[in-house]
């Protein structure tokens, strides 16, 4: 990647939430929810970058904490080389038209009392006030034929589409302002799986004619698998193993990666009858009281007494790294071939 520009950086990102218990002393101090702990890596332009994890593993709260949603108590978010976690909130919105987002619930996301002609066209005319309305429908109207919605619905509400044309519409008005990096809060998990692949087609077609940057959150692994260049493991709000697409999938390292991608189901049913699962046992634990050490610890199967004292860090090249006290680099490398 060291040929293309570094689109953004985050170091040490952390975003922790102050929660009052509800059955609580009024002098009590209130507990630490730590929803993001210590994330970091770079984007480059052009690139995918994949975050997955169970729900609750802060990566909604990692996206919207990039974006400026929430508030990062600690770290980093430097875009171009400016650290927008110290901008002001005039600064900050000028890279708004650099950096947009796409959210989970396609119709959620729409003022249902807009018009989707005036949902697509409202970043023009939040950051382009004086663009005659000819230009803005005309750019509206080109906009919508390219994500695969006909023009004439321009007059159209959103409760009258499915959707997937709503996914659409959201993509639509996320790219409308020709942003260099979107953010896709799982854009297709309340989609069906036909619709799915046809709005992760559209993506991707977008990113190249635009050179966009994604980073795509998921639940579907196959999906991130299909669509990303890097990927980033979540658990509990840090990271647990990083890595190429392609390194990561082909030898997972951390015993949470690898629950992970034994729960894709496989398309030939021989080899998906055959094959051992590895379930996860106990539930997620609570992120105001993570366990100490390795916050994997209390469901990994390699998990010993160091992993209760000691707190792992990723470790490993650019190409490949995991965060266990359990697992070296140099043995998944030797598994790989590398």
């Known amino acids: 990647m060291s040929d ?7 170091n040490n990102l952390r975003v922790h939430f ?10 009590s101090a209130p507990a630490t929810l730590k ?12 690139e995918t970058l994949g975050i997955v994890g169970e729900s609750g593993c802060g990566k909604s709260t990692l996206a919207r904490a990039i974006i400026g949603l929430v508030q990062a108590n600690a770290g ?6 400016r650290d927008l976690t110290k901008v002001e909130h005039k600064e900050r919105r000028e890279t708004r038209k650099d950096i947009q987002m796409i959210f989970q619930d396609p119709l959620a996301s729409l003022n249902p009392r807009m018009t989707i002609g005036d ?36 007059n159209r509400y959103p409760h009258e589409f499915s959707g997937g044309q709503c996914q659409r519409i959201g993509i639509a008005r996320a ?26 087609n559209l993506l991707q077609e977008l990113q190249q004619e635009m050179g966009l940057s994604l980073i795509f959150i ?12 890097r990927v980033l493991v979540m658990y509990l709000g840090k990271p647990v193993e990083m890595g190429e697409s392609r390194a990561l999938f082909g030898h997972p390292a951390h015993p949470y990666t690898q629950s992970l991608m034994s729960a894709v189901p496989l398309p030939d049913p021989n080899h998906e009858r055959n094959r051992q ?15 100490s050490g390795c916050v994997f610890r209390t469901r990994c199967p390699l998990a010993d007494d160091n992993c209760a004292r000691i707190r792992p860090v990723l470790e490993g090249k650019d190409r490949h790294s995991v965060a266990c006290l359990k697992v070296t680099m140099d043995t998944v490398m030797s598994k790989s071939g590398e």
């Open 277 to 291: 699962v590895q379930i996860l046992q106990g539930e997620l634990p609570s992120p105001i009281k993570p366990p």
């Open 175 to 200: 790219l409308i302002l020709k942003p260099r990096l979107v953010i896709c809060d799982e854009p297709v998990s309340a989609l069906d799986v036909s619709i799915q692949a046809q709005i992760v």
């Open 76 to 81: 980093e978010v430097l875009w171009l080389g």
């Open 218 to 229: 998921a639940h579907d692994l196959s999906v991130v698998k299909h669509i990303s260049d």
């Open 119 to 154: 949902i697509i066209a409202e970043p023009l005319r939040t950051f382009y006030p004086k663009m005659p309305k000819e230009e803005i429908t005309e750019k509206v109207r080109a906009m919508m034929a390219r994500v695969g919605l006909l023009p004439n619905l321009i």
């Open 18 to 27: 102050n929660i009052k218990p509800r059955q609580a002393w009024p002098w």
């Open 35 to 46: 929803a993001v702990d210590g994330i970091s890596f770079r984007l480059y332009q052009g």
């Open 4 to 10: 293309k520009k570094l689109l953004l950086e985050v």
